[in-house]
C-alpha cells in the first residue's frame, strides 16, 4: 500500500513562504498569481493489508508528528 499524505497552512495562517514565492513569481514577470501556499507532500509506503489499521495508525502520526495541527491541516490518502 501507499499512503499519501499533504500538510498545508490553515487558511486563516499567515504563510511566509507563499508570499516569499508569490513575490518572486511576479519579480520574474509572470503575471496574473493571487495567492501561492507553500505546504509539504509526504508519500509512505507500507507493508500489510490492514487499510484500517494503517489509515488510523497514519492519522496518529500525522497529527501528532508531521503536522502542526495549530497551524496546519493535513490530508490523507491510501492507495
Known sequence: MKAKIIVMPKKA????QG???QSALEHMGYS???????????????????????RRQLNEAAHKFLSNPVIEDYKLEIE
Open 19 to 21: 508570499k516569499t514565492v
Open 32 to 54: 496574473g498569481i493571487t495567492a501561492v501556499h507553500v505546504g509539504k507532500y509526504l508519500e509512505i509506503e507500507l507493508d500489510g493489508a490492514d487499510k484500517e489499521t494503517a
Open 13 to 16: 495562517v499567515l504563510d511566509p
